[in-house]
């Protein structure tokens, strides 16, 4: 299947090429810039909300590839809704028919030397923290980050070191899968390692313990740069250094791996852990609520945004569920307050983690019953059920004489 503008009357991107169009500059026929660079930013992502990927190419990087497929019809000398659609074709179709290559992603990660885990595996991808520097061998490194100058915090140069090596068919598309990964694995370590609540209200510091470093690098097999690209965090906040001496929490996250590799819908659940941990990331505490939010949204009522129904299932995991189920209200009620009058309040932060505890319950209750439900929505069946034991006796004793009736 190809890659299509979306079929809403709403959307219009030949709109947005317009203005990408009269912001652009052109060098030599070939070097493609634009000024302002905010507005081309602004006008990508408008754009980018128009295409349609469709769900074999989730592993390509989609705004790398639709920023080339512009400047190639910007140098083609013809910047048209087909002609940007036809480009794109072209980039994804050379991509895919790309032979695959090793690469490997360096960054960096807040934890001490004592962390328990050296090296980790998630899909496609092998995770290495390492105890001192990168090999030699991947020197090129630090003379694309001393691009970065005086923008880099030196308060993270004592982070751990970390290579996430992957098979891949561009340097793009590792990236993006070695995020992937690493961030999956971050939620797991951030389920035992984050904080359940905090005394010192510390707002614009991201509620995540383990977090990744400033600069991120991609390297061909050779160790040399793939690409004179840099990915950074331009709102990076640095952290202290995660540790635990308690063998619970190695225990518990290599547990919930496990559990993970088994779970017959882990895709959803996978999705779920990016969303929660990408929140946590998050140094605005409104945002992070708002994505926490949805992180809840995509296993509880992942088709239709039914809060009813959300605050009903996840206060069924408690044994005091008229009690939960008024404090997910509470949060219910403080989330769309925010989302539509653009309130906030000084406990935002103690609402994330309140948010946080119901989204940790909910991971824990999906991983402990692996092998009793086949999909999601199966196991949104059983959140369905009433509560009191009576009522489930009487709708057991309703079913088996169903089932006689009906054989």
């Not at 050779?222 to 540790?243: E, I, Q």
């Not at 779920?272 to 708002?290: C, F, G, K, P």
């Not at 569920?321 to 309130?343: K, P, T, W």
Request: proline content about 3%.
């Amino acid at each position: 299947m190809p890659v299509n503008w979306k079929k809403n009357k709403k959307l219009k991107p030949d709109i947005i090429l317009k203005k990408i169009d009269s912001i652009k500059k052109v060098s030599d026929g070939e070097v493609v810039r634009y000024s302002p660079a905010f507005e081309f930013s602004e006008a990508m992502a408008a754009l980018h909300s128009m295409i349609e990927f469709p769900p074999g190419m989730m592993g390509l990087d989609h705004e790398y590839l639709l920023d080339k497929a512009v400047s190639d019809a910007i140098r083609a000398g013809e910047l048209t809704v087909q002609a940007v659609e036809k480009a794109l074709n072209a980039l994804v179709k050379n991509q895919l028919a790309a032979r695959m290559e090793r690469f490997s992603v360096l960054t960096s990660i807040s934890v001490q030397r004592q962390f328990p885990f050296k090296v980790v595996h998630i899909d496609k991808v092998r995770i290495r923290i390492l105890d001192g520097n990168y090999p030699q061998k991947y020197a090129g490194r630090r003379n694309l980050v001393r691009r970065m100058g005086d923008r880099l915090d030196q308060k993270s140069w004592n982070y751990r070191n970390v290579i996430a090596y992957v098979e891949s068919k561009s340097a793009e598309q590792a990236v993006g899968e070695c995020f992937r990964a690493m961030d999956i694995q971050r939620a797991i370590w951030g389920l035992f390692a984050n904080s359940s609540w905090e005394m010192l209200d510390d707002s614009w510091n991201p509620i995540n313990k383990i977090r990744l470093g400033q600069v991120h690098t991609v390297h061909k097999r050779t160790g040399k740069p793939a690409t004179d690209k840099m990915w950074h965090d331009p709102n990076f906040v640095p952290n202290k250094l995660f540790s635990s001496n308690s063998p619970n929490f190695s225990k518990n996250c290599k547990w919930v791996a496990s559990r993970l590799a088994e779970c017959r819908y882990s895709d959803t659940v996978k999705e779920a852990l990016l969303r929660y941990v990408r929140a946590l990331d998050e140094r605005d505490q409104n945002t992070a609520l708002i994505h926490l939010w949805s992180a809840l949204e995509s296993l509880t009522v992942p088709l239709h945004a039914d809060y009813d129904l959300l605050t009903r299932r996840c206060s069924f995991l408690f044994r005091e569920r008229d009690y939960h189920h008024q404090v997910l209200e509470h949060l219910r009620e403080y989330r769309n307050q925010n989302i539509h009058s653009g309130f906030q309040s000084e406990r935002v932060r103690s609402n994330c983690f309140q948010l946080q505890y119901y989204f940790i319950n909910l991971i824990v209750f999906h991983m402990k019953n692996v092998a009793e439900f086949g999909t999601l929505d199966e196991a949104n069946q059983f959140l369905d059920l009433p509560h009191g034991k009576r009522t489930l006796e009487n709708r057991k004793r309703l079913i088996e004489k169903a089932i006689k009736f009906v054989s």
